[in-house]
T-cell receptor
Framework: DAMVIQNPRYQVTQFGKPVTLSCSQT?????MYWYQQKSSQAPKLLFH???????NEADTPDNFQSRRPNTSFCFLDIRSPGLGDAAMYLC????????????FGPGTRLTVT | AQSVTQPDIHITVSEGASLELRCNYS??????LFWYVQSPGQGLQLLLK??????LVQGIKGFEAEFKRSQSSFNLRKPSVHWSDAAEYFC????????????FGTGTRLLVSP
């Protein structure tokens, strides 16, 4: 089945130690998104890629970066994680165009010690 | 700017009873509206969506939602709740900026009692 895969499902990192989260898709969608979801809150869009074009949300901290080496893969890099970055990170994909359905991965739960 | 309000943080429903989850949106034009469900520790799954046309939309798992422009609402309903429906439910609006930028409500946690 076509799907969105996130690895790892659980990640523990130390305060200030860089960490990378991975997302892959078999849907061949143009657009890939990264969301941050803190406990009992709504998902918050960090940035998205439309093909190779990177689009950062205005309030996304510089500590968060992303790479998309090809259509299938997208990475979220947190350069210096703080305790406040502990959250669920959700990857999603969609076709281009308004109203297109977003398909979400299962998420990566990040813990910062 | 568009926004979504889900006024109920928690709702408890008895198994077999009917359910209605409320959603109000603020948007200047006809929006694209969505309901997603999230089970604990999981990603989001689309239940249904409204773009245009028939204001009563059928979704998966027996859910439906009704778009009411006059009330700026898109409430989610199910006639008979099952224990497996216990989850977090998010209403979202698409800002229609050329790609799908979803703005989510704060969610409603559904608890199902025996």
């Amino acid at each position: 089945d076509a799907m969105v895969i996130q690895n790892p499902r659980y990640q523990v990192t130390q305060f200030g130690k860089p960490v990378t989260l991975s997302c892959s898709q078999t849907l061949n969608h143009n657009v890939m998104y990264w969301y941050q979801q803190k406990s009992s809150q709504a998902p918050k869009l960090l940035f998205h890629y439309y093909d190779k074009d990177f689009n950062n949300e205005a309030d996304t901290p510089d500590n968060f970066q992303s790479r998309r080496p090809n259509t299938s893969f997208c990475f979220l890099d947190i350069r210096s994680p703080g305790l406040g970055d502990a959250a669920m990170y959700l990857c999603a994909t969609s076709r281009a165009g308004g109203g297109a359905e977003q398909y979400f991965g299962p998420g990566t739960r990040l813990t910062v010690t | 700017a568009q926004s979504v309000t889900q006024p109920d943080i928690h709702i408890t429903v008895s198994e077999g009873a009917s359910l209605e989850l409320r959603c109000n949106y603020s948007y200047g034009a006809t929006p694209y509206l969505f309901w997603y469900v999230q089970s604990p520790g999981q990603g989001l799954q689309l239940l249904l969506k409204y773009f245009s046309g028939d204001t009563l939309v059928q979704g998966i798992k027996g859910f439906e939602a009704e778009f009411k422009r006059s009330q700026s609402s898109f409430n989610l309903r199910k006639p008979s709740v099952h224990w497996s429906d216990a989850a977090e439910y998010f209403c979202a609006v698409d800002s229609n900026t050329g790609f799908q930028k979803l703005v989510f409500g704060t969610g409603t946690r559904l608890l199902v009692s025996p």
